[in-house]
């Protein structure tokens, strides 16, 4: 069964940075399409950014120039590297992933930005 483990989130200061990690388990198969979302209380989930192997790599407008998402395909792995934090940018993070056409979710991983 596939399952998508992140990891990195936490408290850190405005101007701060964070780095999340995102990792498919229980498949071989890279996945194709990876993104992060964030949610914030009281607020629906919003695309952070998101990159397609081999296309183009999109961003919100709120987190462009500081956000930057990468992949490891060796690894299975997303990143999503994250600074000049801002405490706008406080929510639940959550990675998604396509694999094998079948979109998938992680857990969440809390940030929170202090002013």
């Known amino acids: 069964q596939v399952q998508l483990v992140e990891s990195g989130g936490g408290l850190v200061q405005a101007g701060g940075s964070l780095n999340l990690s995102c990792t498919a388990t229980?498949?071989?198969?890279?996945?194709?399409?990876i993104g992060w979302y964030r949610q914030a209380p009281g607020k629906q989930r919003e695309l952070v950014a998101y990159t397609v192997r081999g296309r183009s790599t999109n961003y919100a407008d709120s987190v462009k120039d500081r956000f930057t998402i990468s992949r490891d395909d060796a690894k299975n792995t997303g990143y999503l590297q994250m600074t000049s934090l801002q405490p706008e940018d406080t929510a639940v993070y959550y990675c998604?992933?396509?694999?094998?056409?079948?979109?998938?979710w992680g857990q969440g991983t809390q940030v929170t930005v202090s002013s």
């Open positions: 229980g498949t071989d198969r890279t996945f194709n399409g």
């Open positions: 998604s992933a396509n694999v094998a056409w079948i979109t998938y």
